[in-house]
């Protein structure tokens, strides 16, 4: 079974600190996604990495960062995080086409 | 842009047949999936569609019309667990890029 891991389940921030968001895939996939999910507008796609310290912009990049320095571990970092950006976030990894999802981690930032 | 649409919410009958649907525009297209979303849970794989026509799987079933920009899962013999978000994703023309639509809230009454 595909593992995708998430560091964790919820997460209360201050506006202003800095946020890392992490996930892990024991699958040895190749492609890694961070989504955040509101209501009313689906899963919107933040970031994208194809390989080892390869990153992609997705739709909404504005306010996040990533790194992936290992394969099985893709980081989304929130410099300083705003009210704004309160939601739900999911990491998800492929290797041909099906994308396999974490849990999500449900942050509120104050 | 791109744009996904799908009904916001369905009520339907234990039992019965629901079909859910999915128009899109975007600029690219590789394919098309379906993913079920249980709430507070990951999404997961329901199906994919490359070719138009109809692919089944148990109770569930989707068909696509790539030239009517079309897409529709169909739910038989509805049981309570399937009330859950169905999200409508579009694979974009280069990786594994995917594009969500806002997800139909099903609720399944006995």
């Known amino acids: 079974d595909v593992k995708v891991t998430q560091s964790s389940r919820y997460l209360v921030k201050r506006t202003g600190e800095k946020v890392f968001l992490e996930c892990v895939q024991d699958m040895d996939h190749e492609n890694m996604f961070w989504y955040r999910q509101d209501p009313g507008l689906g899963l919107r796609l933040i970031y994208f990495?194809?390989?080892?310290?390869?990153?992609e912009k997705g739709d909404i990049p504005e306010g996040y960062s990533v790194s992936r320095e290992k394969k099985e571990r893709f980081s989304l970092i929130l410099e300083s995080a705003s009210t704004n950006q309160t939601s739900m976030y999911l990491c998800?990894?492929?290797?041909?086409?099906?994308?396999?999802f974490g849990p999500g981690t449900r942050l509120t930032v104050l | 842009g791109q744009n996904i649409d799908q009904p916001t919410e369905m009520t339907a009958t234990e039992g019965a047949i629901v079909q859910i649907n999915c128009t899109y525009q975007t600029s690219g297209f590789n394919g098309l999936f379906w993913y079920q979303q249980h709430a507070g849970e990951a999404p997961t794989f329901l199906s994919y569609?490359?070719?138009?026509g109809l692919e089944e799987k148990g109770r569930f079933s989707s068909f696509l019309s790539r030239s009517k920009g079309y897409s529709y899962l169909l739910l038989k013999e509805l049981q309570m667990k399937d009330s859950a978000s169905y999200l409508c994703a579009v694979e974009m023309e280069y990786g594994n890029k995917l594009v969500f639509g806002a997800g139909t809230i099903l609720r399944v009454k006995s």
């Open positions: 569609n490359v070719l138009d």
């Open positions: 990495s194809y390989d080892v310290k390869m990153k």
């Open positions: 998800a990894s492929s290797s041909l086409y099906t994308q396999y």
